[in-house]
């Protein structure tokens, strides 16, 4: 499985983002899919789940504001990012997992994309 992560870029603070997953492979659905964030110096951070049949669950620190969805038809999950602050400023991964639980822990997700840049400017 192979996950590409797009979508990144500069914004202003209050302004919006969507990030797209690609991921290859026929297995998409069955998997669990997750969006996690690094900024720099501090540890990656889980930000939202979501279940094949599009059943979600949110860190507190996006929800709200962050909304994930996946098109099992398309292979492709979203991150649809609104009211952006600057401390939303990391680089932003995706990843599959092939069970669905500890689905907050990076050690649950077997597949990671290579990470898009979002900044966000103050």
């Known amino acids: 499985v192979q996950l590409q992560a797009s979508g990144g870029g500069l914004v202003q603070a209050g302004g919006s983002l969507r990030l797209s997953c690609i991921t290859s492979?026929?297995?998409?659905?069955?998997?669990?899919m997750g969006w996690f964030r690094q900024a720099p110096g501090k540890e990656r951070e889980f930000l939202a789940a979501i279940w094949s049949r599009s059943v979600t669950y949110y860190a507190d620190s996006v929800k709200g504001r962050f909304t994930i969805s996946r098109d099992n038809a398309k292979n492709t999950m979203y991150l649809q990012m609104n009211s952006l602050k600057p401390e939303d400023t990391a680089v932003y991964y995706c990843?599959?997992?092939?069970?669905?639980?500890?689905?907050?822990?990076?050690?649950?997700?077997?597949?990671w994309g290579q990470g898009t840049l979002v900044t966000v400017s103050s």
């Open positions: 492979g026929r297995t998409f659905s069955t998997y669990v």
């Open positions: 990843a599959a997992s092939p069970s669905s639980t500890q689905l907050m822990s990076i050690r649950a997700y077997n597949y």
